[in-house]
């Protein structure tokens, strides 16, 4: 799959799994730091439910982010970092 030409601009590259999740979701990083990063969980209306603030200076981050609170349905995460950021829809069963 080619890779969208903004994500070399960005650095980053969110990935998400399991997708479709019950409880817990891994939200990883395998290009770049993403010092003062903010993981953000959102409804379908832009409704912010969740927020995550991560700081690492490794390439290679997993952050594991509790959804057991979340009501079955489609949710967006974006990950913000260094004025970049990336959305894709996550899944909660």
């Known amino acids: 799959m080619k890779p969208p030409t903004n994500q070399k601009q960005r650095g980053f590259r969110l990935e998400r799994y399991p997708n479709s999740s019950a409880d817990i979701l891994n939200v990883s990083n395998q290009r770049a730091t993403i010092e003062n990063a903010v993981i953000r969980i959102a409804d379908l209306t832009g409704r912010i439910i969740m927020t995550n603030n991560v700081n690492s200076k490794e390439?290679?981050?997993?952050?594991?982010?509790?959804?057991?609170?979340?009501?079955?349905?489609?949710y967006t995460i974006s990950v913000e970092s260094a004025g970049s950021r990336e959305v894709q829809k996550i899944i909660k069963n």
């Open 59 to 74: 390439t290679s981050v997993i952050e594991t982010l509790n959804l057991s609170n979340l009501s079955s349905g489609v």
